[in-house]
């Protein structure tokens, strides 16, 4: 079974600085049948303006994944790391019993970024963050992960029994993925459009998988996908 979650149906909301759509419930967006998918709880695709961003806030037991698609986001937390993440990279950060960050542009244009939460394998974690660049041609016509529990391949460690891979196609390229049984899917398209098992996603587009056996992926153009294995 798949489920689309089309991108014009998210929540959405703009704050001049930032255009921000929500997945799922977020904030002052609030839909109790598209509150998470399994351990997947928050997908909010953000683009915040130069000289914008989110001041000190704090956060509790959640992994948080950040993906720059384009810009540059300055980060600093209470762990004492200061860095700036770019386009390409990837950074965890696990709240555990409880971490403040900021995350502000670090550029002279819009950042363009996803900003992924999923639910911790349990509560008060020690909190944690790592960041790594992850380049595109292993990811081409093919499946990169670039965060699982066992930080296996040099992707980033989160604490979930959880895997997130990306993949990036070209015009006629297909690609395949088994999914294991009792296993989930979800399938966030971050640019262009692609078939999956033969239904139509955009930009944006997100679709939701359980039941199924095999996900194959086509190409109309150039595309970048995200894949999360859930439990």
């Not at 008060?124 to 391949?153: C, I, M, N, T």
């Not at 997130?164 to 640019?191: C, F, K, M, N, Y």
């Not at 679709?207 to 859930?230: C, H, I, K, Q, Y």
């Amino acid at each position: 079974m798949i489920t689309i979650r089309k991108a014009s149906d998210r929540g959405s909301a703009d704050y001049g600085w930032l255009q921000t759509a929500y997945t799922f419930s977020f904030n002052t967006y609030h839909d109790p049948e598209h509150m998470g998918f399994r351990t997947l709880r928050v997908m909010n695709e953000d683009v915040v303006q130069a000289g914008g961003g989110f001041g000190e806030h704090g956060h509790r037991d959640m992994e948080i994944v950040t993906y720059v698609l384009s810009g540059a986001l300055g980060h600093r937390d209470s762990m004492g790391h200061a860095s700036v993440l770019r386009a390409g990279e990837l950074q965890r950060m696990t709240a555990g019993r409880g971490v403040r960050h900021s995350e502000m542009n670090a550029s002279d244009e819009p950042v363009h970024l996803y900003q992924i939460w999923l639910l911790p394998e349990r509560a008060g974690l020690e909190p944690g963050y790592e960041q790594k660049a992850f380049p595109e041609a292993p990811r081409q016509g093919a499946w990169q992960l670039v965060a699982s529990p066992d930080a296996r391949d040099g992707s980033l460690k989160i604490h979930q029994d959880a895997s997130i891979h990306l993949a990036s196609l070209d015009a006629g390229d297909s690609l395949t993925r088994s999914i294991e049984p009792g296993r989930h899917a979800w399938l966030q398209v971050l640019r262009g459009s692609v078939e999956l098992n033969g239904v139509p996603l955009e930009t944006s587009d997100g679709a939701a998988v359980s039941e199924e056996t095999s996900l194959t992926l086509r190409a109309d153009g150039p595309a970048e996908v995200m894949l999360f294995d859930l439990s």
